[in-house]
């Protein structure tokens, strides 16, 4: 245990340091499960963190904890494959800026930064927990979500997880550069390209299907 948090330490704070120390490594399953624990690790702290949210709203009961229990080992369970698909799509941008190195040379960072992301879902969720405790919401007298969301606590929380989220991208992304750099052998601004091109291609692609479910929604003919 005391190695495995110096080694998250390491990757957190020295990512160049870390990737040295791991070159070697040519085991998916040292690799996956390095994140997979983190992952654990994220889900048992947010089973706590919204039972705790639930009791000082009076709203915990037993299907509540069954519910946080099953969404927990549904991420857990998705943490063995999202790494796979990540380092897939990935590794094309990789491809097309001549990345030549074989696709587990793309998994190892990208796997490696998505242990970034959990750390700072685990700090996030803390946080956000200890703001609920300080200024609680459950005098809300609405379920309106727009009145929800008027509410200056509720706007807190939201405004704290989406600084940590945006934090815990960008240094990702450092994190992933870097990594692809160095495992693909190519420059750290072809990696950068390699990864920020094919995520923008994906966005537009997500966005023109959503446009275009929502516009074939909206076309249906009201039923009488």
């Given at each position: 245990m005391?190695?495995?948090?110096s080694n998250?330490?390491?990757l957190f704070?020295?990512?160049?340091?870390?990737?040295?120390?791991?070159?070697?490594?040519k085991d998916y399953?040292?690799i996956?499960?390095f994140?997979v624990?983190?992952i654990i690790?994220?889900?048992i702290?947010g089973?706590?963190s919204?039972?705790v949210?639930l009791g000082i709203?009076?709203?915990l009961?037993v299907?509540?904890?069954?519910g946080l229990i099953?969404?927990?080992?549904?991420?857990?369970?998705?943490?063995?494959l999202?790494?796979?698909?990540?380092?897939?799509?990935?590794?094309?941008?990789?491809?097309?800026?001549?990345?030549?190195?074989r696709?587990?040379?793309?998994y190892?960072?990208?796997?490696?930064?998505?242990?970034?992301?959990?750390i700072?879902?685990?700090?996030?969720?803390?946080?956000?927990t200890?703001l609920?405790?300080?200024?609680?919401v459950?005098?809300?007298?609405?379920t309106?979500?727009?009145?929800?969301?008027?509410n200056?606590?509720?706007?807190?929380?939201?405004?704290?997880?989406?600084?940590?989220?945006?934090?815990?991208l960008i240094?990702s992304l450092i994190?992933q550069?870097?990594?692809?750099s160095?495992?693909?052998?190519?420059?750290k601004?072809?990696?950068f390209l390699?990864i920020v091109?094919?995520?923008i291609?994906?966005?537009?692609?997500?966005?023109?299907i959503m446009?275009?479910?929502?516009?074939q929604i909206?076309a249906?003919?009201?039923?009488?």
């Amino acid at each position: 245990m005391v190695s495995y948090t110096s080694n998250l330490k390491k990757l957190f704070f020295h990512p160049k340091q870390f990737f040295n120390s791991v070159e070697k490594d040519k085991d998916y399953s040292s690799i996956m499960f390095f994140y997979v624990k983190i992952i654990i690790i994220s889900s048992i702290v947010g089973i706590i963190s919204s039972s705790v949210i639930l009791g000082i709203q009076n709203t915990l009961t037993v299907l509540g904890v069954i519910g946080l229990i099953t969404n927990a080992a549904v991420s857990i369970g998705l943490s063995f494959l999202v790494p796979f698909i990540l380092a897939g799509i990935i590794h094309l941008g990789v491809m097309v800026f001549r990345g030549k190195q074989r696709f587990y040379n793309t998994y190892k960072p990208m796997t490696y930064s998505l242990a970034i992301v959990a750390i700072y879902s685990i700090i996030s969720t803390v946080i956000s927990t200890i703001l609920s405790i300080i200024n609680p919401v459950n005098n809300l007298s609405t379920t309106d979500p727009l009145l929800i969301l008027q509410n200056p606590n509720v706007i807190a929380v939201m405004a704290v997880s989406f600084t940590i989220l945006t934090i815990s991208l960008i240094h990702s992304l450092i994190v992933q550069v870097i990594g692809i750099s160095k495992f693909q052998k190519i420059s750290k601004l072809r990696a950068f390209l390699a990864i920020v091109l094919v995520m923008i291609i994906l966005a537009i692609i997500v966005i023109l299907i959503m446009g275009f479910i929502i516009s074939q929604i909206i076309a249906l003919p009201a039923v009488a």
